[in-house]
């Protein structure tokens, strides 16, 4: 599987590697710490679960979108040079 850390990433990637992991620890016990290294995960300290996600989409109505779970919100431009 390809990351790409601090030049990207996807928020999906960020989603199902939680799913595969079984949740995530508290940022306490796993702190970024800006370096390469073995992944230290420890099940037994997770805090949350992701059990499913989905995109939404600007023509969605607001009523469907209500923030009962985590909601990533990115956005896509480009400069026109001329």
Known sequence: MFYSGCSGGWPYNAYQYVMGAGGMEPYSKYPYTAQNGACEFQSASVVAKISNWEYVTQN??????????????????????D
Do not use: A, L
């Open 60 to 81: 969605q109505d607001e009523d469907q979108m209500v923030c009962s779970k985590p909601m990533i919100c990115g956005s896509q431009y480009w400069i026109n040079p």
